[in-house]
């Protein structure tokens, strides 16, 4: 399996190509003098952000209030799409490590210990304002249902609550 290693990352944000509905997600970052774009999940972005910031709790960094929420990145021709996206802290470094593995791709094309990986090290100051920045592209999309949460289309919005069922909360 090849690794790639972005040790230390210049830059990394996230980036969504589309309208609210259709959007794409890409993981953006540059470093070691290379510039990479992985195509992702939104729901990745989100599970990534609530794990960055237990561990950000965690190792007592303060939260993204004044962190500039511009990256300066452009998506490009994705490398590949994300499959499985980890993230760790090393200690004696004191830098976080995001890993992002690519999705299965069919069999004939290749096996699984073939896909590649990418290692992005983030300083706290790169991950407060990585935070930041994928926060605010994720809530550039669809409003959300006050009453069920889930996102509300221009069209209309079927709301499950509204068949007279109270919503749990």
């Not at 990394?12 to 774009?37: D, E």
């Not at 009453?147 to 109270?166: I, T």
Request: net charge negative.
């Amino acid at each position: 399996m090849a690794i790639f290693e972005l040790d230390p990352v210049d830059r990394i944000a996230v980036a969504a190509v589309g309208a609210p509905g259709q959007r794409q997600f890409f993981l953006l970052a540059s470093g070691s003098g290379r510039q990479l774009t992985l195509a992702c999940e939104k729901t990745q972005v989100q599970a990534l952000l609530v794990r960055l910031n237990q561990m950000m709790a965690a190792q007592g960094i303060p939260a993204a209030e004044h962190a500039r929420a511009t990256s300066g990145l452009v998506p490009g021709e994705p490398e590949w799409r994300v499959g499985e996206m980890g993230l760790g802290y090393h200690e004696a470094r004191r830098m976080f490590v995001l890993v992002a593995s690519q999705a299965a791709v069919a069999e004939e094309e290749a096996s699984a210990d073939d896909a590649p990986s990418v290692r992005f090290w983030l300083s706290h100051e790169q991950v407060v304002a990585f935070s930041k920045q994928a926060e605010t592209v994720l809530t550039a999309g669809r409003p959300l249902c006050p009453r069920c949460g889930l996102p509300m289309d221009p069209a209309g919005h079927p709301c499950p609550v509204s068949n007279g069922a109270r919503p749990i909360f």
